[in-house]
T-cell receptor, first 114, second 113 residues
Framework: GAVVSQHPSRVICKSGTSVKIECRSLDFQATTMFWYRQFPKQSLMLMAT?????????EQGVEKDKFLINHASLTLSTLTVTSAHPEDSSFYIC??????????FGPGTRLTVL | GDSVTQMEGPVTLSEEAFLTINCTYTATGYPSLFWYVQYPGEGLQLLLK?????DKGSNKGFEATYRKETTSFHLEKGSVQVSDSAVYFC????????????FGKGTKLTVNP
């Protein structure tokens, strides 16, 4: 199998606080993980590529100081939304690569910033 | 650059109707093609894939054939069920191209009993 989990599944926070989202590959090792953001009724927007043991690669227009990514082990990547604001409210989805290129997706995290 | 265009939704069908969701692509390199499904409130699940021209991916009654001559990967199902209601995303991964998974905008399917 190839299972990817995310925690938490839902989080509500106050404006100005930071929120950490975890992405784990449960039954395989993943040197590369991806973080996506999905707005309502829209497609997934790739935010960054997370490589184990090195700095993440951010897509154009994504603030790396705002969205901190850490990929400290072969089964865990974290996304921290720093000083969150209501416009950061979204559905965040991670994925992990198994094998050459096949991606397996986590169930997503719904972030609501009040 | 790499891109995927899929038919605009939403699509509403009655149970047992035939489904087609069109998907065309442009890509550099040698793309593999995918259909993902997203059920309400959940992440994406791989529905089927094809890695080279003329391959047919199939799963759960869904099929799609990789057509290089028309750069298409249309999703079909002969008889849809209420449980097929979801958002369907066409995607490509181009090795030697963008090296990223590129998604279409998604097509919402609603199947009524």
């Amino acid at each position: 199998g190839a299972v990817v989990s995310q925690h938490p599944s839902r989080v509500i926070c106050k404006s100005g606080t930071s929120v950490k989202i975890e992405c784990r590959s449960l039954d395989f090792q993943a040197t590369t993980m991806f973080w996506y953001r999905q707005f309502p009724k829209q497609s997934l927007m790739l935010m960054a590529t997370s490589n184990e043991g090195s700095k993440a690669t951010y897509e154009q227009g994504v603030e790396k100081d705002k969205f901190l990514i850490n990929h400290a082990s072969l089964t865990l990547s974290t996304l921290t939304v720093t000083s969150a604001h209501p416009e950061d409210s979204s559905f965040y989805i991670c994925s992990a690569i198994k094998g050459a290129y096949e991606q397996f997706f986590g169930p997503g995290t719904r972030l609501t910033v009040l | 650059g790499d891109s995927v265009t899929q038919m605009e939704g939403p699509v509403t069908l009655s149970e047992e109707a035939f489904l087609t969701i069109n998907c065309t692509y442009t890509a550099t390199g040698y793309p593999s093609l995918f259909w993902y499904v997203q059920y309400p409130g959940e992440g994406l699940q791989l529905l089927l894939k094809a890695t080279k021209a003329d391959d047919k991916g199939s799963n759960k009654g869904f099929e799609a054939t990789y057509r290089k001559e028309t750069t298409s990967f249309h999703l079909e199902k002969g008889s849809v069920q209420v449980s097929d209601s979801a958002v369907y995303f066409c995607a490509l991964f181009s090795q030697g191209g963008s090296e990223k998974l590129v998604f279409g905008k998604g097509t919402k399917l609603t199947v009524n009993p």
